[in-house]
């Protein structure tokens, strides 16, 4: 007996269905990686191995545009920890659907990406066959497409005549937007960028991206 | 070169740690209240402060230039809901065109 509500438990396959509509936006953002890898001398193997063992684009990004703006490798390494911090928030929420020993829950929790996390809650709960299967589907995307940005960008004269810094900045933007939900979100946006402007004539390159992130610290008012 | 991938091998390693946070090593723990909101903002605060040194950053000033015009064609592409690939493409023409004319 069937009862009307209930649906067939979501296969892995599913999952990668779910994420095909996604496709173009980690796609480009992949190739837009490996161009600007190239752009900052990080090298095509270096950038394509990174998206194979980082796997998370906007701290990716935001390392290599540290490196290519004249920062540190430490201020680049700051930048894109304080971005991937998030991911312990999100590995969180979604602990308790991992099945398995620690060894499969630790590989497959690689899988967990801002779009893969998000299309595994559409239902009202976390589901693990959606996770996988579109996690699986934007790790081939964007592993494959990082490599044929590096591609492009070495054979790329000089990517900013073609505007590619300024396109850069609204990727970083339409990134931020989901996040800035609620005042508190926006008032600590609002200080990053004041600190950031304030910072960027004194501070060598990198340092203003990692101080900003300071702003957080308004998440400790009550 | 070497640091290069000092940074690849660093990025990584706690990447992974984080993910791996949630279904690894804290079982079905919460994360503490205030540390959560913390961490919340961490997002949006880091990407707040590329998007400025992406469009204003300069080789230590700021720098007001053609990535003015195309950013915020690209800004106002993403609150009229345009999709991330179409606004970014937007806002590389209208920088592309800009850098061209001047």
Known sequence: MVTPEARPAP????????????????????????????AAGVGAVAAVVMSATTFAGAAQFAAVSVLDAGGTALAAIMAAVF???RYAAISVSVASI???????????????????WALSG??????????????????????????????????????????????????????????????RALQAAALAAVITLALTPIAPGGVPIVAAAAACLLGLRR | MTEVWILVAVVGVTTVLFKAAGPVFLGGRALPARVQSVVDLLAPVMLTALVVTQTVGGDGELTFDARIPGVAAGAVAVWKRVPMVPAMVIAAVVTALARHLA
């Open chain 1, 83 to 85: 971005l991937n911090a």
């Open chain 1, 122 to 183: 559409r239902s009202g709960r976390f589901e693990w066959p959606i996770l996988v299967g579109a996690g699986l589907l934007l790790y081939v995307l964007w592993v494959g497409s990082t490599a044929l940005g590096t591609v492009v960008g070495g054979a790329l004269e000089d990517p900013n005549a073609l505007g590619l810094d300024a396109a850069f900045a609204v990727l970083f933007l339409a990134l931020a937007v989901p996040y800035l939900r609620g005042r």
């Open chain 1, 11 to 38: 296969r892995v396959r599913d999952g990668v269905r779910a994420a095909i509509p996604l496709a173009p936006g980690p796609f480009v953002f992949g190739l837009s990686f490996g161009v600007l890898a190239e």
């Open chain 1, 98 to 116: 991992f099945p398995g020993g620690r060894f499969r829950r630790l590989a497959e929790s690689q899988l967990i990406v801002d779009e893969s």
